[in-house]
């Protein structure tokens, strides 16, 4: 009778093992499809964002193009400013004195 249970006992251990072996290997493929699915939907994402940045860079460009150029000018040729303007006197004294408080 022994005899018997532990046999049972070893045919039973040894089937757990080869499906945890089995499982393992299951989940693992099953792991590895997930992080291929997943990296496929981040790559994708990725690509939507860098076309949809590229379409805005596009449309920006002439704006961009005008905006350097006419730096670009101003660094060279100067830009213009408004001539300083002279400060006034004041005639009277009690007038000074009155904007000052």
Do not use: C, W, Y
């Not at 000018?73 to 300083?84: D, E, F, I, L, Q």
């Amino acid at each position: 009778m022994v005899r018997i249970t532990t046999k049972a006992r070893q045919a039973v251990s040894g089937a757990a093992r080869r499906s945890a072996k089995g499982i393992r290997s299951v989940a693992g493929d099953a792991f590895g499809a997930a992080a291929k699915a997943a990296t496929a939907v981040v790559l994708e994402s990725a690509a939507n964002a860098l076309e949809a940045g590229r379409t805005k860079i596009r449309q920006s460009a002439p704006a961009m193009k005008r905006a350097a150029g006419k730096t670009a000018k101003h660094a060279v040729t100067g830009s213009r400013r408004k001539k300083p303007v002279r400060k006034r006197r004041v005639k009277n004294r009690r007038r000074a004195q009155h904007r000052s408080r």
